[in-house]
């Protein structure tokens, strides 16, 4: 089992940039593709960025391309999303998740974190 917790929400303007991070407990951290989802209020939770057990695969929604980089650190036991030139868009609370194969559909994940506040101003 693994447990998910991620940070580096908060209030950014736009243009601006963001970290967010999810760290996992578990031995079997490196087994797993990560992804991050985001939902926004009255909308369906979506698909941002994933990536292979290994780091060399990432997957990104149009929406992101080119301005947000998934990468993950195995040795500790952590996945990163760097955010940059963030738009009121991006707001969202936007989670963590992990799989056994990268996927933009929520239901191919077993396990979630509890989800991190970004609110991009305008």
């Known amino acids: 089992q693994v447990q998910l917790v991620e940070s580096g929400g908060g209030l950014v303007q736009t243009g601006g940039s963001l970290r967010l991070s999810c760290a996992a407990s578990?031995?079997?951290?490196?087994?797993?593709?990560m992804g991050w989802f985001r939902q926004a209020p009255g909308k369906e939770r979506e698909f941002v960025a994933g990536?292979?057990?290994?780091?060399?695969?990432?997957y990104y929604a149009d929406s992101v391309k080119g301005r947000f980089t998934i990468s993950r650190d195995n040795a500790k036991n952590t996945v990163y999303l760097q955010m940059n030139s963030l738009k009121p868009e991006d707001t969202a609370v936007y989670y963590c998740?992990?799989?056994?194969?990268?996927?933009?559909?929520?239901?191919?994940?077993?396990?979630w974190g509890q989800g991190t506040q970004v609110t991009v101003s305008s």
């Open positions: 998740a992990a799989g056994t194969l990268v996927s933009v559909t929520p239901s191919q994940y077993a396990y």
């Open positions: 578990g031995r079997t951290f490196s087994s797993y593709r």
């Open positions: 990536i292979g057990w290994s780091g060399s695969s990432t």
